[in-house]
């Protein structure tokens, strides 16, 4: 059993924020493999189902970006996992937009959704960076996690987001590079 954890803020008027990019993902991993509705759990939502031979639990942390680790160690510890059975989604701004990569342990990077993981669960899981780009200026750093997708970068991200559903295989199968390389291709121009 896994768990997959989409890093976002609860609330409409976050929902399309690049901040909420790894809720996104898990909305849209949980729609292609035909996951069991959301379920309030853990201080969040909650999905079972299957990908391939694996159980999957999706899980969308309600407590806002900075305490996502409460509900993460609370699922765990229901659970009986361990930090390597948990995968976090997430923005990255040092990655640029719509460009994904794949790695296990690490530090924070000055994300605090991964900063509460890290005080929670400690620092040994595996992180799926969704790039938002960087704005330049780190004044403007702010308002651009916190920002809108603009509306040209509406296609390029619902072609980013189903092409990891598609390819959650991969990842649930621990084949990082597979899954890596196999987005790479679908998203080739």
Same mark, same amino acid.
């Given at each position: 059993?896994?768990?997959? *954890?989409?890093?976002?803020?609860?609330?409409?008027?976050?929902?399309?924020? !690049?901040?909420?990019?790894?809720?996104?993902?898990?909305?849209?991993?949980?729609?292609?493999?035909?996951?069991?509705?959301?379920?309030? %759990?853990?201080?969040?939502?909650?999905?079972?189902? !299957?990908?391939?031979?694996?159980?999957?639990?999706?899980? %969308?942390?309600?407590?806002?970006?900075?305490?996502?680790? !409460?509900?993460?160690?609370?699922?765990?510890?229901?659970?009986?996992?361990?930090?390597?059975?948990?995968?976090?989604?997430?923005?990255?701004?040092?990655?640029?937009?719509?460009?994904?990569?794949?790695?296990?342990?690490?530090?924070?990077?000055?994300?605090?959704?991964?900063?509460?993981?890290?005080?929670?669960?400690?620092?040994?899981?595996?992180?799926?960076?969704?790039?938002?780009?960087?704005?330049?200026?780190?004044?403007?750093?702010?308002?651009? *996690?916190?920002?809108?997708?603009?509306?040209?970068?509406?296609?390029?991200?619902?072609?980013?987001?189903?092409?990891?559903?598609?390819?959650?295989?991969?990842?649930?199968?621990?084949?990082?590079?597979?899954?890596?390389?196999?987005?790479?291709?679908?998203?080739?121009?």
């Amino acid at each position: 059993m896994q768990l997959w *954890v989409g890093l976002g803020n609860p609330g409409p008027q976050y929902a399309m924020n !690049r901040h909420n990019v790894g809720f996104m993902a898990i909305d849209v991993i949980a729609d292609t493999h035909q996951f069991a509705p959301p379920a309030k %759990k853990f201080q969040g939502w909650l999905q079972d189902g !299957r990908i391939g031979r694996t159980r999957i639990l999706l899980l %969308k942390p309600g407590t806002f970006m900075n305490e996502s680790g !409460r509900s993460v160690r609370a699922a765990m510890d229901f659970y009986k996992l361990a930090p390597q059975d948990v995968t976090a989604f997430y923005d990255e701004l040092d990655l640029a937009p719509m460009k994904v990569k794949v790695k296990q342990g690490g530090g924070a990077a000055g994300h605090n959704g991964i900063r509460s993981l890290i005080q929670h669960i400690g620092d040994d899981f595996r992180r799926v960076r969704i790039g938002i780009g960087h704005p330049g200026h780190k004044d403007r750093v702010t308002g651009h *996690v916190l920002g809108n997708y603009h509306k040209t970068e509406i296609e390029p991200l619902t072609d980013l987001l189903g092409a990891i559903a598609a390819e959650a295989s991969w990842l649930a199968e621990g084949d990082e590079v597979r899954f890596q390389n196999d987005l790479a291709l679908r998203l080739q121009p």
